[in-house]
C-alpha cells in the first residue's frame, strides 16, 4: 500500500510560482498512475492534472493548462506540479492522489482514485 505526503505549499503573490511534491512511500510507486487535485473553501475537489504510471501521459484541466506542469521520478517515488502564472483562484488545498489502472483515460474524478494525501494549502494573494 502506498501512502502519500504532499509538501511545497505556501502563500504566493499573483503571478508567482510554486512546486509541489508528493512523496509516496512503498516500493510500488511506478505501478500507480497520479494525480492532483485542489479544493477550494465552498467548493467540491476539482482535477487539477493527473500523470500515467511511466510519466508518458498526461492530461491537464483546462484551468491550468499551459500553466501548471505535472511530472514524477519513479526512482525517487515522487510527483511534483509546477505551477507557474498563479492566480488568487488557483488558491485551495491541494491533494495528490493515486490508483491502480485505468478503465477510461483521463481519469478525472475523485472517486476514481483510492488514495490520498493530507493536502497542502496554496494561497494566492492578489
Known amino acids: 500500500q502506498v501512502q502519500l505526503v504532499e509538501s511545497g505549499g505556501g502563500l504566493v503573490q499573483a503571478g508567482g510560482s510554486l512546486r509541489l511534491s508528493c512523496a509516496a512511500s512503498g516500493r510500488t510507486f511506478s505501478s500507480y498512475l497520479m494525480g492532483w487535485f485542489r479544493q477550494a473553501p465552498g467548493k467540491e475537489r476539482e482535477f487539477v492534472a493527473v500523470?500515467?504510471?511511466?510519466?508518458?501521459?498526461?492530461y491537464y484541466a483546462d484551468s491550468v493548462k499551459g500553466r501548471f506542469t505535472i511530472s514524477r521520478d519513479n526512482a525517487k517515488r515522487t510527483m511534483f506540479l509546477q505551477m507557474n502564472s498563479l492566480k488568487p483562484e488557483d488558491t485551495a488545498v491541494y491533494y495528490c492522489?493515486?490508483?491502480?489502472?485505468?478503465?477510461?483515460?483521463?481519469?478525472?474524478?475523485?472517486?476514481?482514485?483510492?488514495?490520498w494525501g493530507q493536502g497542502t494549502q496554496v494561497t494566492v494573494s492578489s
Open positions: 500523470i500515467s504510471e511511466s510519466g508518458g501521459a498526461t
Open positions: 492522489a493515486a490508483r491502480l489502472g485505468v478503465s477510461t483515460w483521463p481519469p478525472r474524478k475523485s472517486q476514481e482514485y483510492g488514495l
